[in-house]
């Protein structure tokens, strides 16, 4: 299973931008891009997906890298209950999604 | 769309004794999958169903862990003569078909204790 490399932990204030960074070094071409959530005492929950280009959605944006080696979930206004662990996961047609450890976001008040 | 649900929430078990949780996908999900999470960890896949077939089972579903889905609607994941090590959040997940890009839906989670 292609892999990923998240910081374990990173802070942010509330109401400033977060920048969550993914590396996957050794991404196929056809591997997409998945960003996961999990709020304390819940189930992950789907963020966003991408495959080559940047994607927006309601609920945060995805910037990657061109070389596709890497790629960053950006929180554009940073909320307490965004106060979570984000899974980056990489996944191909056929695969199971393949969970790493994540990055613990606390954000401050 | 009342998203997947997961019964019960918190069980405490014996060493030794069996149990049984349950997961209700959401309705027109075909997929359903079973991971488990330990603490500080993320999801560990279990098992995934298509509709009622059992398609793939990993590794770590060893012989005391049996999961069903009798008529393509609800699962039910049991463990036989539980075990410490076997403490840990239960999630269940479904999705449409399993081609990509999809999404999974997590329910709440089912979380063991055996003492």
């Known amino acids: 299973d292609a892999k990923t490399t998240q910081p374990n932990s990173m802070e942010s204030n509330e109401e400033e931008p977060v920048h969550l960074p993914c590396n996957h070094s050794t991404i196929s071409g056809t591997d997409y891009i998945h960003w996961y959530r999990q709020l304390p005492s819940q189930g992950p929950e789907y963020v966003i997906h991408g495959l080559t280009s940047n994607v927006n959605n309601r609920m945060a944006s995805l910037a990657i890298a061109e070389d596709r080696k890497s790629s960053t979930l950006i929180l554009h206004r940073a909320t307490l209950r965004d106060a979570a662990v984000y899974y980056c996961?990489?996944?191909?047609?056929?695969?199971?999604?393949?969970f790493g450890p994540g990055t613990r976001l606390s954000v401050l008040p | 769309d009342t998203g997947v649900s997961q019964d019960p929430r918190h069980k405490i078990t014996k060493r030794g004794q069996n149990v049984t949780f349950r997961c209700d996908p959401i309705?027109?999900?075909?997929?359903l999958y079973w991971y488990r999470q330990t603490l500080g960890q993320g999801p560990e896949f279990l098992t995934y169903f298509q509709n009622e077939a059992q398609l793939e089972k990993s590794r770590l579903l060893s012989d005391r862990f049996s999961a069903e889905r009798p008529k393509g609607s609800f699962s039910t994941l049991e463990i036989q003569r539980t075990e410490q090590g076997d403490s840990a959040m239960y999630l269940c997940?479904?999705?449409?078909?399993?081609?990509?890009?999809?999404?999974?839906?997590f329910g709440p989670g089912t979380r063991l204790t055996v003492t």
């Open positions: 309705s027109e999900h075909n997929r």
């Open positions: 997940a479904s999705s449409l078909q399993g081609g990509l890009p999809y999404e999974q839906y």
């Open positions: 996961i990489l996944r191909n047609y056929g695969q199971n999604f393949v």
